[in-house]
């Protein structure tokens, strides 16, 4: 009988430990709400972590995660996000 393919997952060879989810010797945070949508999430027991970045609340204090796979631009004073108007322009001109 055939085995079933697993998929790899992203967080292959993490383990929990009393400090919290260990992964390549780093202690890993869950993700923020700012990383809703994004394709770099992988779950570990329930809980979504970011394989890219071990801290994904210090990533977005600063502006908008340059790994974010689901939004592009900067945030403006507000936080709100911003996007290059000229590259918005171009990008619309291509049809993406
Ligand atoms: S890449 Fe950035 S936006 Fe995506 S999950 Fe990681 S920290 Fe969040």
Redesign the pocket.
């Known amino acids: 009988m055939a085995e079933e393919k697993k998929k790899a997952s992203a967080l292959d060879g993490a383990v929990m430990t009393a400090e919290g989810l260990s992964f390549k010797g780093v202690i890993m945070n869950a993700?923020v709400e700012?990383?809703t949508g994004?394709d770099?999430?992988a779950e570990f027991d329930n809980v979504s972590y970011?394989p890219?970045?071990a801290q994904?609340a210090a990533?977005w204090s600063r502006g908008i995660?340059n790994?974010?796979?689901h939004v592009k631009g900067t945030l403006d004073k507000q936080g709100k996000a911003k996007v290059n108007p000229l590259k918005a322009s171009k990008r619309a001109a291509r049809g993406r």
């Open positions: 993700v700012n990383c994004c770099r999430i970011c890219s970045y994904p990533k995660c790994f974010a796979t």
